[in-house]
């Protein structure tokens, strides 16, 4: 959202409808007195839940912001402005492989983006591998998408990072080098049909 965006309050037409709209399904829940008293016992709960299906019925549909409410994320730290739809973002069949790469390998990242391309799986972008994870992914491996560089030089590339740390899943943007510290990352490539 940029500033320049006006926001509906539920006092705008807009959001008086929504408020008629819950109106109408509190008042068909039939409820009784004891659950009409839950519901406002566990009113922080309620009010939670309303506001994450507000999240997800509100984003576009196949957008970024999507994506990541699907994959359930507990942090996010992407600006998606950076990372605008790219061709190979459309719809088509997709093949993926994940290829390990070492701390301390010594390779670049246009070294990696080259051997995946010479593989015949380019580098996913962000939204593929998010679809990746939406499907395969467990927590337990650290996924790149080199596919979404959101810095032009190669050098200083920062690129998106699937993680998990104690439970804790996460996308971020880093550095290319600070996301294969710790062990192996794995680069998503993708082979498009």
Same mark, same amino acid.
């Given at each position: #959202?940029? #500033?320049?965006?006006?926001?509906?309050?539920?006092?705008?037409? *807009?959001?008086?409808?929504?408020?008629d709209l819950f109106r109408s399904a +509190?008042?068909?829940?039939?409820l009784d007195d004891k659950r009409a008293q839950r519901l406002n016992e566990h009113g922080g709960d309620f009010q939670k839940g309303i506001g994450e299906l507000i999240a997800r019925i509100t984003v576009e549909e196949g957008s970024l912001e999507e994506?990541?409410?699907?994959? *359930?994320?507990?942090?996010?730290h992407l600006r998606p402005e950076e990372f605008p739809p790219q061709p190979e973002d459309r719809d088509c069949r997709r093949e993926y492989k994940l290829?390990? +790469?070492?701390?301390?390998?010594?390779?670049?990242?246009?070294d990696i983006i080259a051997r995946l391309?010479? *593989?015949? +799986?380019?580098?996913?972008?962000?939204?593929? #591998?998010?679809?990746y994870a939406i499907r395969y992914w467990d927590g337990r491996i650290k996924i790149v998408a080199l596919g979404s560089i959101s810095a032009p030089q190669f050098s200083d590339a920062?690129?998106?990072?699937?993680?998990? +740390?104690?439970?804790v899943r996460t996308l971020d943007t880093l550095q290319f080098r600070y996301a294969c510290k710790g062990g192996t990352t794995f680069c998503l490539g993708v082979r498009r049909s």
């Amino acid at each position: #959202m940029t #500033m320049s965006d006006t926001l509906i309050t539920s006092n705008d037409p *807009k959001g008086r409808h929504a408020t008629d709209l819950f109106r109408s399904a +509190y008042d068909n829940a039939c409820l009784d007195d004891k659950r009409a008293q839950r519901l406002n016992e566990h009113g922080g709960d309620f009010q939670k839940g309303i506001g994450e299906l507000i999240a997800r019925i509100t984003v576009e549909e196949g957008s970024l912001e999507e994506l990541i409410l699907d994959l *359930k994320l507990h942090r996010v730290h992407l600006r998606p402005e950076e990372f605008p739809p790219q061709p190979e973002d459309r719809d088509c069949r997709r093949e993926y492989k994940l290829f390990p +790469y070492t701390e301390g390998s010594g390779h670049s990242t246009e070294d990696i983006i080259a051997r995946l391309t010479r *593989k015949d +799986y380019p580098s996913a972008t962000v939204r593929e #591998m998010l679809r990746y994870a939406i499907r395969y992914w467990d927590g337990r491996i650290k996924i790149v998408a080199l596919g979404s560089i959101s810095a032009p030089q190669f050098s200083d590339a920062h690129v998106p990072v699937l993680s998990c +740390y104690d439970g804790v899943r996460t996308l971020d943007t880093l550095q290319f080098r600070y996301a294969c510290k710790g062990g192996t990352t794995f680069c998503l490539g993708v082979r498009r049909s």
